[in-house]
């Protein structure tokens, strides 16, 4: 029996990966709805699909951001029966908070939070009647760890990650899974997207040495973070199989094991004084943040550690 999946924001990068890869499984086991807020952009999608178009793959209009256009969606899937959720949506956004308006943080929680909400809000109680289902939520390193100048991003994904956390316990009792995706740095158009955004905007309200921090130390080093250590959107989507696939998933799935220390190093000390002079220490007082992130990264990532993250292959 095939299982009904669908996918928020198809139209490219890590969404688009894993409608592909999931309607290309050989033995044809998911009936992919990958769904798009704008249908015009169906090109890259239809075209990685190849002859799964049309047959194990199907096309929906969805924006995760409207109510109507969500139910619209749902209603139009048979039965309402969709056995996996990947909701997958989402928006960056970089910057001194002093230069951001309001409206734009509220943007990106109203898809990275409210949107993912809505989506499992209206296919939950579904899967719930049928005491099985599996929802994947497509978080980051960053709903785990703060990141200086991505204030308001990783606050949106904190959210979705209190929310899961929240929401697991009780779907348990319905048998309903749940799973968190936290990828690092993966190269998609978010990347692409975000530094034409940065080179573009001249932050208005910011001071000088705050907008020198930004652009000459934050995002000279963020571009050598993702040179260094990005994983490809096909890396993420063949670790969503493996947990979609798992007999028993876990609840987080870390991708990239070199982001593993960060994560222990919060855990190790709860008072966060340990991760926040850490991060300090490594922007601000040394030369190279890469050279020395990648040191320290390497020298903190034990096999204990690494058999924590979920590997592509
Ligand atoms: P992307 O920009 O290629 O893909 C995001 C997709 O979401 C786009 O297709 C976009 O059109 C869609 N989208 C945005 N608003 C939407 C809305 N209101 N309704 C429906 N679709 C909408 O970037 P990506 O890297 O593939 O991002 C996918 C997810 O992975 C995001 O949730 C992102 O936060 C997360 N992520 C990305 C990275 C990274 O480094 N690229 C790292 C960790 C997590």
């Known amino acids: 029996e095939q299982k009904v999946v669908l996918i928020t924001g198809c139209s490219s990068g890590i969404g688009l990966r894993i409608a ?34 049309g047959k194990t793959l199907t096309l929906l209009s969805l924006d995760v951001c409207s109510d109507d256009s969500v139910r619209k969606c749902i209603d139009s899937v048979k039965d309402h029966h969709i056995d996996i959720l990947i909701n997958n949506a989402g928006v960056g956004l970089l910057g001194p908070v002093e230069s951001i308006s309001m409206d734009e943080m509220k943007r990106v929680f109203e898809t990275n939070f409210f949107g993912t909400v809505r989506m499992i809000k209206e296919v939950m109680p579904d ?40 929401m697991a316990v009780q779907l348990l009792k319905f048998n309903v899974k749940l799973s968190l ?29 705050t907008v020198r921090y930004f652009k000459d130390v934050y995002i000279q080093s963020s571009i050598d973070i993702f040179e260094a250590l990005g994983q490809t959107p096909e890396d993420i989507a063949k670790c969503t199989k493996k947990v979609i696939e798992s007999s028993r998933p876990r609840f987080r799935n870390l991708t990239n094991s070199l982001y ?51 590997s592509p292959d």
């Open 260 to 310: 593993t220390p960060i994560v222990a190093m919060k855990y190790a000390d709860e008072t966060g004084g340990l991760s926040v002079h850490t991060f300090y220490n490594l922007l601000f007082n040394f030369g190279s943040l890469m050279h020395i992130t990648m040191s320290i990264l390497k020298c903190l990532t034990c096999s204990c550690l690494r058999r924590r993250t979920i």
């Open 181 to 209: 995706i936290e990828p690092g740095p993966v190269h998609t158009e978010f990347e692409t997207k975000m530094m034409e955004e940065v080179a573009k905007m001249e932050y208005p309200g910011a001071d000088a040495d």
């Open 20 to 53: 592909v890869l999931l309607a290309r499984d050989e033995q044809k086991r998911y009936h992919v709805i990958a769904t798009m807020r704008d249908l015009r952009k169906k090109h890259q999608l239809v075209e990685a699909a190849g002859d799964t178009y």
């Open 127 to 166: 899967m719930k009647r049928r005491q099985s289902g599996h929802i994947i939520v497509m978080s980051s390193v960053m709903g785990l760890q703060g990141v200086v100048f991505n204030d308001v991003y990783t606050a949106s994904k904190f959210a979705i990650e209190g929310f899961c956390e929240s």
